[in-house]
């Protein structure tokens, strides 16, 4: 894959979600509750649970909320039944998109990730349609102005890493998601800082997007994906030079 499409894509998100916080929180904790209520409120045995409280950290959730969150799932009762769902299409320039979603109305979402999809030009899928483009990879990125290349390397390759990649901007190393906790960890303990680091679904290959009114139609269908309360997380297979994507970043 492109590492630079797949961080443009990663900065673009972050932008949008920084201006959205209480929206981003409230979607985290229903990854929270969802997973402490399938696997119990404990995440050193509750690896969904640990990646969830992991995510809800990264966006500087606060620790209280988190912990009601858990207790919500855990304690069963009156709680939402939250259920997943993955919705599969393209975007203008024939770009995979994927959207997953926790719904408690299937028959409510779908109809509303169909409208989103084709107010941007795209075009909702059925199952299976772009996921085979897509595979899931444990994601860590580093600053690059934080670390030295060759000593980063070295320590990824020995902690499980498959690839690293250097975009000028960041280390972007992937590996297999059994992989991702030894890694995390091994990084961690060297004190290397984490700009990025989660399960995510990888395209296997990208669609390079040079023209900016597209790019534009591409953006705003994942944003408002994105601020869809169902949707959790949104994935794609462009390739969008920053010079593009910068124009759309406020």
Not at 81 to 99: K, N, Q
Request: net charge negative; charged share 25%; hydrophobic share 40%.
């Amino acid at each position: 894959m492109s590492g630079h499409s797949h961080w443009s894509g990663i900065k673009h998100k972050k932008a949008a979600n920084d201006a959205k916080r209480g929206k981003v929180w409230s979607k985290i904790a229903r990854i929270i509750i969802v997973a402490a209520k399938n696997g119990g409120p404990d995440p050193s045995q509750n690896l969904a649970l640990r990646y969830a409280i992991d995510k809800a950290k990264q966006a500087n959730m606060p620790k209280d909320t988190i912990e009601k969150a858990v207790k919500k799932g855990a304690g069963g009762g009156d709680a939402i039944a939250f259920v997943p769902a993955l919705y599969e299409g393209y975007a203008p320039g024939g770009v995979a998109i994927m959207a997953e979603a926790l719904t408690d109305n299937r028959h409510r979402t779908a109809p509303e990730i169909k409208k989103i999809f084709e107010r941007h030009g795209g075009l909702l899928g059925s199952t299976g349609c772009v996921n085979y483009m897509f595979h899931k990879k444990g994601l860590i990125i580093v600053p690059a102005k934080d670390v030295d290349e060759n000593n980063l390397m070295e320590i990824a390759l020995s902690a499980g890493a498959e690839d690293m990649q250097n975009t000028g901007e960041i280390y972007e190393i992937t590996c297999q998601p059994i992989a991702y906790e030894g890694l995390k960890k091994a990084l961690e303990e060297k004190q290397i800082p984490l700009q990025v680091a989660e399960i995510s679904m990888i395209p296997a290959n990208t669609i390079p997007i040079n023209d900016s009114e597209t790019a534009r139609k591409i953006l705003a269908l994942m944003d408002e994906l994105e601020e869809q309360d169902d949707i959790q997380n949104v994935y794609a297979n462009f390739n969008i030079p920053d010079e593009i994507i910068s124009k759309f970043q406020s």
